[in-house]
T-cell receptor, first 116, second 111 residues
Framework: KAGVTQTPRYLIKTRGQQVTLSCSPISGHRSVSWYQQTPGQGLQFLFEYFSETQRNKGNFPGRFSGRQFSNSRSEMNVSTLELGDSALYLC???????????????FGPGTRLTVL | TQLLEQSPQFLSIQEGENLTVYCNSSSVFSSLQWYRQEPGEGPVLLVTVVTGGEVKKLKRLTFQFGDARKDSSLHITAAQPGDTGLYLCAGETSGTYKYIFGTGTRLKVLA
């Protein structure tokens, strides 16, 4: 079974631009979560989607947005990029609601975004 | 705000030594996961613990979930250079649909 894939793997943008990152979950997984990882702040939760609905979001400005499609693939968008947005953006997928079963998440390799 | 504190933050040891990494919180979690991450890659799941007091073993790695489900530890026996990496714990609170990640422990095992 293929793992979580993220595209692109590397991206260089300049301040003020916008960027869209893509995540394809493991086949059969319906939940997708996004995280930002930086050396200073560690791994921080951005948002989680299940069946095209955002169920939770972290403490990030409105410039960070996401969506999920009917095939469970997800995209996140960052508008008006700032230097501080440079980070590794990670996507994780899981099966979703399970009636009590622990929902284990599996991570993709990440997209390394550099903002100049 | 839920926080997961990991200690130590950095650890450099010789091959063959034993070590323990701690993950502590004031919050109760329904489950807790441990990951290892290598540079430029996503975290790779090592184990999930769900029951207070649970102990799981994965070869030379032993994971324990605290009785109150607020803390966890990872013990590595006879560390090897291949154990080098960033170790992360992550806790899930039932119904929140999000994981809180620990601050991370960067381990380096010297040959």
């Amino acid at each position: 079974k293929a793992g979580v894939t993220q595209t692109p793997r590397y991206l260089i943008k300049t301040r003020g631009q916008q960027v869209t990152l893509s995540c394809s979950p493991i086949s059969g997984h319906r939940s997708v979560s996004w995280y930002q990882q930086t050396p200073g702040q560690g791994l921080q939760f951005l948002f989680e989607y299940f069946s095209e609905t955002q169920r939770n979001k972290g403490n990030f400005p409105g410039r960070f947005s996401g969506r999920q499609f009917s095939n469970s693939r997800s995209e996140m968008n960052v508008s008006t990029l700032e230097l501080g947005d440079s980070a590794l953006y990670l996507c994780a997928s899981s099966l979703g609601p399970s009636g009590g079963r622990t929902d284990t998440q599996y991570f993709g390799p990440g997209t390394r975004l550099t903002v100049l | 705000t839920q926080l997961l504190e990991q200690s130590p933050q950095f650890l450099s040891i010789q091959e063959g030594e034993n070590l323990t990494v701690y993950c502590n919180s004031s919050s109760v979690f329904s489950s807790l996961q441990w990951y290892r991450q290598e540079p430029g890659e996503g975290p790779v799941l090592l184990v999930t613990v769900v029951t207070g007091g649970e102990v799981k073993k994965l070869k030379r790695l032993t994971f324990q979930f605290g009785d109150a489900r607020k803390d966890s530890s990872l013990h590595i026996t006879a560390a090897q250079p291949g154990d080098t990496g960033l170790y992360l714990c992550a806790g899930e609170t039932s119904g929140t649909y999000k994981y809180i990640f620990g601050t991370g422990t960067r381990l380096k095992v010297l040959a």
